[in-house]
């Protein structure tokens, strides 16, 4: 079905701007709402989410080294128990997809292209996202190997030209009012922690597969650090007023001015957001033909594409109304949806599979 084949690194990259791309610019936001000033301290605690979401994933491949979770789901469950529960991870991904899609054009809209219909933006992305799918995995590993040096080092850039507009007394009382705000702040990131297990379509196609679980360690730990430079970031520059802005982000790169000659960055982040989004967009893409063609048992996915691309895009339409009904549902229905679907669900797998391993190795002696 997928003849491609990625190596460890390449997943990890494929991973960062996955999980990154949309987290960086409305979470510190929704984070600051519950953290304050100890917004920062949230990601590494949702981080502990991630780690667990790989080990599990790496688990389960260990167990079925060639298949993805639509597939061993049957094996071991049962046939009938396993289709159900791939209709679920499906709908969940599809569901997602529009999701991505929905949450990347109202940023376009509402901050760049006022006047441009928001169909023509996710229509126009979800055809290149399904070119890129279309072309495979390997494909879609390079592309996320070439944008991934620009996502990684942005962050970097955004210190040395905001230093001067730091303050730093900002991080101040750390833990003043204890450890739950960072905690209940660390629930809508944690969330997309989860989705770390989309790993689990793509490591059956490493080329070392023996490192998947290190570098999806690895691809944790840098949406981590990541995070906490955004969201430190933010609250150096913006302060109390994190809460109030709907991309945090997006608002501190516009206190950019060097000499009054280097300002107005504001299209460089769009920029990179787009990249970011269409790298995320085109692994959930992915995973869910690629499930889609094995839940039906096709031979080869790439008839399904366009099919899958068309359903993602009605989602983007029907799932949310407008950015309010976004942050609520990225605060309210997200979290516990993706934890159940990709954490907790697997966790259960994992355990079922390991007993029953168990028993036949018994049985054997």
Not at 280 to 303: C, E, H, I
């Amino acid at each position: 079905m997928e003849k491609g084949k990625i190596s460890s690194l390449q997943m990890a990259m494929m991973m960062f701007p996955a999980i990154a791309a949309t987290a960086v610019l409305g979470v510190p936001s929704i984070t600051a709402k519950y953290a304050k000033n100890d917004l920062w301290l949230s990601p590494i605690l949702a981080s502990l989410i991630g780690f667990v979401t790989v080990y599990i994933a790496y688990q389960l491949h260990k167990l079925y080294p060639k298949e993805t979770v639509i597939q061993f789901s049957e094996r071991i469950i049962g046939r009938f128990a396993g289709k159900i529960l791939g209709i679920l991870f499906l709908f969940f991904y599809i569901q997602t997809g529009g999701l991505i899609i929905r949450q990347y054009a109202e940023f376009i809209v509402d901050s760049f292209l006022v006047n441009t219909p928001i169909s023509v933006i996710m229509a126009s992305m979800v055809f290149l996202c399904a070119l890129i799918v279309h072309g495979g995995l390997e494909e879609l590993g390079r592309a996320a190997q070439l944008f991934f040096p620009v996502l990684a080092l942005a962050p970097f850039f955004f210190i040395i030209f905001l230093g001067i507009d730091f303050e730093f007394r900002n991080i101040f009382p750390i833990l003043g009012d204890g450890m739950m705000p960072p905690i209940k702040g660390a629930v809508v990131p944690g969330g997309w922690f989860t989705e770390f297990f989309l790993i689990t379509f793509l490591l059956p196609f490493l080329e070392d597969q023996k490192k998947g679980r290190k570098y999806g360690m690895m691809a944790v730990l840098a949406v981590m650090m990541l995070l906490v430079m955004i969201n430190l970031i933010v609250l150096f520059v913006l302060g109390p007023t994190t809460p109030s802005k709907i991309y945090p982000l997006f608002t501190v790169i516009r206190y950019i001015s060097i000499a009054e000659f280097f300002e107005h960055l504001e299209s460089g982040l769009m920029a990179l957001w787009i990249v970011g989004a269409f790298v995320k967009m085109s692994v959930f893409y992915y995973a869910t033909v690629l499930g889609t063609s094995q839940w039906l048992n096709l031979s080869d996915y790439r008839p399904v594409v366009w099919s899958v691309g068309i359903l993602i895009l009605e989602f983007s339409f029907w799932s949310l109304p407008n950015t309010i009904g976004l942050e609520r549902y990225l605060v309210g229905t997200f979290p516990p949806f993706a934890l159940l679907i990709q954490t907790i669900i697997p966790l259960f797998l994992l355990v079922i599979a390991v007993v029953r391993k168990r028993k036949k190795e018994s049985k054997t002696s």
